[in-house]
């Protein structure tokens, strides 16, 4: 069931309360997502938003220490509004999550499984997206690149555009990522995309993944700007990140 908006409100949050979707800005609960713990998620939809329309999907994850506001916090609304309002980048959906154990070892927690097998079912179910690969993107900051690394290059065939904005580190062996590419051999490269500041502290080990992608001549971009590891770089680099996601997606 198509969830129903009061307005055409462009950022729509969702509280998973008691295994319910509830929210103060929807008319309908719309469907149970089946979370052991409340999982709140923001979604932006664009400007003219027509439910009759099969949107490209961008999810962006936050990072550690940070919650689902931390992309509205850095002007993701007000850039993406005004980059659809000038003709630069087609309208797309972004959904948002938070992961509220995020100091939580990755190889211990569920958020993954949440993703895969609740959040992405429920937005495909509720909202206007096209489901092809090309149309799918996932992308994240610091932790949330890493948790974007893990469950893109996990799931090859379902994410055809990945971002990763101030990397932790790499989560993937070369002779794993040699396993992944042998295995997806039938499908078309992901778009991938890689950023770092110049002054941030985990610089070697962004530079260690884009050095195991070039060996693999796995197609990817990657830039060193000024910065640090904080807001003030992400937000410096927002609508630099947001119009490479809107030109990578593809609706097919």
Known sequence: MMIRFKSWLLILALFVIHATISSAQSE???????????????????????????????????????DANLWIRLGLQETL?????????KPLIVVMPQENNYLQDVEKSDFEKKFLDELIPFIEENFPVAKE?????IGGISRGAFWSQIIALKNYQLFGVL???????????????????????????????????????????????????QRLKMPH???INE??????????????YLIWYADALEVQ
């Open 28 to 66: 309908t609960a719309g469907r149970i997502l089946n979370f052991d713990d409340p999982m709140v998620i923001k979604v932006y939809l664009p400007p003219d938003f027509d439910e009759n329309q099969a949107y490209p999907t961008l999810y962006l994850l936050h990072g550690q220490s940070q």
């Open 81 to 89: 509004d005004e980059l659809i309002a000038d003709g630069r980048v």
């Open 133 to 137: 690969r090309p149309a799918r993107a």
């Open 163 to 213: 971002g990763q904005h101030s990397l932790l580190t790499a989560y993937f062996s070369t002779s794993s990522l040699v396993k992944i590419l042998r295995d997806i051999a039938y499908l078309p490269p992901m778009k991938i995309r890689i950023d770092i500041g110049n002054e941030d502290y985990y610089i070697e080990e962004e530079v260690v993944f884009a050095d195991q992608l």
């Open 221 to 223: 971009v990657f830039i």
């Open 227 to 240: 910065g640090k590891h904080d807001e003030a770089y992400w937000r410096r680099n927002l609508r630099d």
